[in-house]
């Protein structure tokens, strides 16, 4: 769409609203979101084909929508009423009993069994267990000189550490990464969304009849008293939150590590600065860049804009993170973003979070060194999806390194042995097809 046609709303394809789906909107988010900076703090654009909603593109505009769940609540049932059932903003979007869809005292009794749940997850046995996960996957590759991070490992250590986490068997864990990664690219939704529930359901199941030291038996045994459908849906928003956006944020901070130069001319002089350059993607290319949706129940005014009663409010993280307006550029060590959102419905995992990512990239600095992309950055590609920034590939190399064979210590969950994988399976190799993530995580634990 031309800024003439926008300006107008002449494109007949999208009625005048500015998309948030396909190749264009992946390939240049950021070219949507300072064309829709002409509207104001917000704009109205088209979330999925025939889909209307508002995007909030202003830093302060989105601090006031996510910290007043009065004005904006989250239950989108009077909105999903009139959406069609094959819509593929549903599986992210439909109503579920969790946190995320509720507020006031309801909100209050699934948050507090979340967050009491998380506290007890140790931070110095989380980070033993990224740390023997990533030298169990590096050990893979290492001495190939060569490797896609994201199919190869960002996409994989974060499941790994999940299983510790929440004491999910290995057979399970690789459905439910199916399930999520489909909801988020909309893709085939009602069949990703059928994988997730069902192979939450097995998860609840296996730990109802063998609790543990987890987060789901806690989980089960909080006093807020969660049923079987509230544990469903509560696992559904951690295990995505731990997954999808985990992966993402690994490959975007490798990404920066190796593509700014503000970032390896320090890692060259030996310095690693790796709290920094997550502080720069949380700012500019959060993992999850659309989200924290509300729907206002009556037509409210923000800051000029009008919003329609009942339709879809979503926050933009990364427009609001780039906000013009704010006046200081100085990222490090800032973390005022609002990757994490804001307000009650603030991530409760944000600690974890970090720390897995930050761990997971100090792991790759330290035992490859030398590594840079084997494309330019300008080539790599990005993942379609209004919710997500994220990329297809991360391919690099690296000078070969002989790594021992290394069995992750006991964690208290599923762990990978260090077999690397054959040759005719590496990336770049002429006739081999990249192994994908689809394939199974059993296979991957017994080195085939």
Request: aromatic share 6%; hydrophobic share 45%.
């Amino acid at each position: 769409m031309t800024s003439d046609q926008f300006a107008t709303g002449s494109c007949p394809a999208h009625s005048g609203l500015m998309p948030l789906y396909g190749p264009e909107f992946a390939a240049d988010p950021a070219g949507t979101y300072a064309a829709l900076r002409r509207y104001g703090s917000a704009a109205p654009v088209e979330l999925a084909p025939g889909v209307p909603g508002t995007l909030v593109i202003g830093y302060q505009a989105a601090l006031d929508v996510l910290r007043d769940p009065i004005t904006f609540p989250k239950d989108p049932r009077r909105w999903e009423a009139n959406v069609a059932p094959d819509c593929p903003l549903l599986p992210m979007m439909a109503y579920r009993p969790n946190s995320m869809f509720s507020d006031g005292a309801a909100h209050t009794r699934l948050r507090s069994a979340v967050t009491d749940s998380l506290a007890r997850v140790d931070s110095s046995l989380l980070r033993g267990w990224v740390e023997s996960n990533a030298d169990s996957l590096i050990a893979r590759f290492a001495q190939v000189g060569q490797a896609d991070l994201i199919t190869e490992y960002a996409r994989v250590l974060p499941l790994l550490v999940l299983n510790s986490m929440f004491g999910c068997p290995s057979v399970i864990a690789d459905r439910l990464v199916e399930g999520m990664s489909g909801i988020f690219e909309g893709t085939d939704a009602e069949k990703a969304n059928l994988i997730l529930g069902e192979a939450v359901m097995e998860l609840v199941a296996y730990k109802r009849a063998n609790p543990g030291a987890d987060v789901t038996s806690w989980l089960m045994a909080h006093p807020a008293g969660l049923t079987d459908e509230e544990m469903l849906h509560q696992l559904v928003v951690l295990m995505g939150a731990g997954t999808e956006p985990e992966q993402d944020l690994i490959a975007s901070t490798m990404r920066l590590l190796l593509s700014d130069d503000r970032f390896a001319a320090d890692l060259s002089g030996g310095s690693l600065p790796i709290e920094d350059a997550l502080d720069e993607v949380l700012w500019t290319d959060p993992p999850i860049a659309n989200y924290a949706v509300a729907y206002p129940p009556k037509e409210t005014n923000l800051h000029g804009v009008r919003l329609p009663a009942d339709q879809p409010v979503v926050i933009s993280f990364a427009a609001a993170n780039t906000d013009p307006s704010l006046t200081s550029d100085g990222r490090a060590g800032n973390r005022a973003h609002l990757a994490w959102g804001a307000g009650p419905h603030t991530c409760p995992a944000q600690g974890h979070g970090r720390l897995i990512a930050s761990v997971a990239v100090e792991k790759l600095l330290d035992k490859l060194p030398g590594m840079e992309l084997a494309v330019p950055a300008d080539r790599l590609q990005w993942r379609p999806g209004m919710f997500h920034r994220a990329l297809t590939a991360l391919p690099v190399r690296f000078p070969p390194v002989s790594v021992p064979a290394l069995v992750p210590a006991e964690t208290g969950g599923p762990s990978v042995p260090p077999a690397p994988l054959a040759a005719a399976n590496r990336p770049g190799d002429s006739g081999a097809e990249r192994p994908r993530w689809l394939r199974t995580l059993v296979g991957w634990w017994h080195g085939q």
